[in-house]
């Protein structure tokens, strides 16, 4: 089975079957006959079969044309073939171009907006993207009959970050735990069928979603805060920015063809040394006290982290039927399209940031 450039199984039981082994289009089946064209009079071998019992009727009803309708078939043919190709060029980066870099750039500067006026804010605009990801997830999971009891999620996704921010990380697990407690509970007023399969749902999307907004609500929570989410949230776009030119400009070898087609190792290199990079640079740069190197290895393991989140929210894609999360961002698709890599990544950015440059 064929992949095509968006990920799908390429042709379709609808697509014509061609025609036999040495038919050629537009011509009788008399023509291509190795003796020339048979003469006149009643066949030998029996009545001939009517064009539609033909394994292919092009043939047959193309000899009954014109010679103009003929040219003119034949140069509509020409033109849908050669625009083919053009249409596939403009297809291949997968993305409007422009306009997903208009929308990036407007959240980019949302960002560094709410982070280096009031803290606060940032942390409210992230609890928004965060719940409409929730949204996005539960929506998706109907379409296997899952039904993810959204009220307790919902709630500890707003919760979670908030305590972690005002009360630190004892305040994070307490919050995340509450989160799957509520969600056992309500889960069974609602019977016993299906609930092991919708607890885990929600499960998966309170580990998924709510404690890693706790984290960046950890991350974001010193005297220096807003320089340490920069670093977290430039690294991540880095890795994207990377290995998308350098994979659609690069690209040939596939990295996971049977997960994510686009996905090729130059790519990922392409990722890898954006991300070292700008890691390197941001963490001399910003932290009091942080080194070139320290900012490398953080950049470095943040390209495993930001590709695995990417490979993850593929792999859910796949399973359940569907090519985008959603359409809310213009040129990038839904929310969790662009917060794949960024929950992945928290994690690891906050860990290694503490270690080096402890807040």
């Known amino acids: 089975m064929k992949i095509d450039d968006a990920g799908e199984p390429s042709g379709s039981p609808d697509e014509p079957e061609a025609d ?104 409210a605009v992230m609890i928004v993207f965060l719940f409409l990801g929730i949204r996005e ?13 959204f009220i307790p999620v919902a709630t500890g996704m707003v919760g979670t970050p908030v305590v972690s921010y005002v009360w630190g990380p004892t305040a994070t697990v307490a919050a995340v735990s509450l989160t799957i407690l509520a969600l056992l509970m309500t889960r069974m007023m609602e019977g016993a069928d299906g609930y092991v399969r919708d607890v885990a749902a929600g499960a998966l999307l309170t580990g998924y979603l709510v404690l890693m907004g706790g984290i960046v609500a950890l991350l974001m929570r010193p005297d220096d805060g807003d320089h340490r989410t920069v670093i977290f949230i430039a690294i991540t776009v880095a890795s994207d920015t990377g290995g998308y030119f350098a994979g659609s400009f690069l690209g040939k070898h596939k990295m996971a063809p049977t997960i994510s087609p686009k996905k090729t190792w130059e ?93």
């Open 20 to 123: 036999m082994a040495g038919h050629v289009p537009g011509a009788s089946p008399e023509d291509t006959s190795p003796s020339g064209p048979t003469p006149s009079g009643p066949d030998p071998s029996g009545p001939t079969p009517s064009a539609g019992a033909h394994p292919s009727n092009a043939g047959v009803s193309r000899a009954h044309e014109s010679p103009a309708d003929a040219a003119s078939d034949d140069a509509a043919s020409e033109g849908a073939s050669s625009a083919a190709p053009e249409e596939k060029r403009e297809s291949k980066t997968g993305r409007n171009l422009p306009l997903a870099i208009v929308v990036g750039a407007a959240l980019g500067a949302l960002v560094l907006l709410s982070l280096y006026t009031v803290k606060e804010i940032f942390l």
């Open 137 to 149: 997830l539960t929506d998706a999971f109907k379409s296997r009959d899952i039904g993810v009891p």
């Open 267 to 359: 790519g990922l290199t392409g990722s890898a040394l954006m991300c070292m990079l700008v890691g390197g640079w941001l963490v001399w740069w910003l932290l009091d006290g942080g080194q070139i190197w320290q900012g490398v290895l953080v950049g470095l393991a943040a390209v495993v982290t930001a590709t695995a989140g990417d490979l993850v929210e593929s792999m859910v894609k796949r399973d359940l039927g569907i090519k985008d999360m959603g359409t809310l961002l213009p040129g990038h698709g839904g929310v969790m399209d662009r917060l794949d890599s960024l929950v992945a990544t928290a994690p690891v950015v906050w860990l290694l940031l503490e270690l080096f440059v402890p807040s």
